[in-house]
């Protein structure tokens, strides 16, 4: 197999009204490109640990917003070829999209984003980083784990199943929120 690292590709820049990410980028970095240009929508997926290029693939979100939500285009790297979809084509669903069934690799995203007021796109992170804060573990995890199965939770239910806590070599679930695996 081969393997392609992104972390170069990890500009942030306008393309004519849309702003394009490449993959390597950090999700943060295009939130405070957004809010640095006055953009606003992906408050809160402030404080996401997520490239652009994974983001895009399991289609991250919190709090009811997902990165879909203001996706135009997708770039991918297949065979030798790049490919752009548009968001219809990209399969966006809960935590998926159609990258992670198939052999392609994502370079950059397109995205559009509406105009805000700076002050209130930067309340709005704060909130939402602030409500992340108080309902996540604070330390290293790898975030929320598992897909909430509807119409319950995962953290729900692994803390009906009495594994709050449970601690294997260095990783425990968290007594916080039992969805976060945390090390110890």
């Known amino acids: 197999g081969i393997i392609v690292d992104v972390k170069k590709l990890n500009d942030v820049f306008f393309k004519q009204d849309d702003v394009r990410a490449m993959a390597g980028a950090k999700l943060d970095k295009l939130i405070h490109f957004a809010l640095d240009n006055r ?3 992906l408050e809160a997926l402030s404080g996401i640990p997520a490239t ?20 135009v285009t997708v770039e991918t790297l297949n065979n030798g070829k790049i490919k752009v979809y548009n968001k219809e084509d990209c399969k966006f669903g809960y935590r998926t999209s159609r990258f992670l069934k198939h052999n392609e690799i994502v370079t950059s995203a397109t995205f559009s984003l509406p105009l805000g007021e700076r002050e209130v796109i930067q309340a709005g992170m704060k909130s939402y980083l602030d409500l992340r804060r108080s309902l996540q573990p604070l330390g290293r995890s790898c975030g929320s784990v598992f897909k909430n199965p509807k119409p319950f939770t995962a953290g729900n239910l692994i803390d009906k199943a009495g594994m709050k806590g449970y601690c294997v070599g260095g990783a425990s679930v968290s007594t916080q929120h039992a969805n976060f695996i945390i090390t110890n």
């Open 52 to 71: 652009i290029g994974g983001a895009i693939v399991m289609n991250a979100g919190a709090f009811g917003h997902n990165i879909s939500d203001y996706v």
């Open 39 to 41: 953009l606003s929508g």
